[in-house]
């Protein structure tokens, strides 16, 4: 069965410093996978998603990137933090259908909770 | 683009009780997916039920159902026979399945569903 893995599950970073926040997919081969950014009481805004290997596409310009190095593997970074940045960053993965070329549901990971001071 | 309304920010309900989450959407498409998200104290987002355009039979989970009226582009969650542990998040999302390829999720902004026992 497909599993997400998520870490860290929390994390509390100063203004300015580097971020990574990574994202694994098991048991499924050219996942589709994306970023989300939850803050307090909204809801979901897309921040990237990849189709495949350094296939990155960006929703919203702003102090992040994304990479997937790998086909299972993707990253959420920035170089230098803001305020603004905290959130609850959630990664998904879906497939799309061999039969139908097309996408349904998405799966999420755990989530990470990132608190910028 | 397409957007989703849900107009309901708070609702409750009683143990063992029914109650319905209402949710609207915008397209112009013919072909796409909706979808119920809970997502619990614990953050992760747990897909519900999902419900494809193009089929007008109802989907249904268990106590979970959705009523889905296409040409008002309505599509409400029923919970029956309430539990505790429903509590959560709701969260419906539009996916647009006329193109091949990756097309994110659209979430709508959540409504908060407390169960009082």
């Known amino acids: 069965s497909q599993t997400i893995h998520q870490w860290p599950a929390t994390l509390v970073q100063p203004v300015g410093s580097p971020l990574s926040l990574e994202c694994t997919v098991e048991?499924?081969?050219?996942?589709?996978l994306y970023w989300y950014r939850q803050a307090a009481g909204r809801g979901l805004q897309l921040l990237f998603y990849s189709v495949g290997i350094g296939q990155i596409s960006s929703e919203v310009p702003q102090n992040l990137s994304a990479s997937r190095p790998q086909d299972r593997q993707f990253i959420l970074s920035s170089k230098k933090l803001l305020l603004s940045d905290s959130g609850f960053y959630l990664c998904?993965?879906?497939?799309?259908?061999?039969?139908?070329?097309?996408?349904?549901?998405?799966?999420f990971g755990q989530g990470t909770r990132l608190t910028v001071v | 683009a397409q957007t989703v309304t849900q107009s309901q920010p708070e609702m409750s309900v009683q143990e063992a009780e029914t109650v319905t989450l209402s949710c609207t959407y915008d397209t112009s498409e013919s072909d796409y997916y909706l979808f119920w998200y809970k997502q619990p104290p614990s953050r992760q987002m747990i897909l519900v039920i999902r419900q494809e355009a193009y089929k007008q039979q109802n989907a249904t989970e268990n106590r979970f159902s959705v009523n889905f009226q296409k040409a008002a582009k309505s599509f409400s969650l029923k919970i029956s026979d309430s539990q505790l542990g429903d509590a959560a998040m709701y969260f419906c999302?539009?996916?647009?399945?006329?193109?091949?390829?990756?097309?994110?999720?659209?979430f709508g902004k959540g409504t908060r569903l407390s169960v009082i026992a």
């Open positions: 998904a993965w879906s497939v799309t259908l061999a039969r139908t070329g097309k996408n349904t549901e998405a799966f």
């Open positions: 048991g499924t081969s050219n996942p589709n």
């Open positions: 999302a539009y996916r647009s399945a006329e193109s091949s390829g990756n097309t994110p999720l659209v």
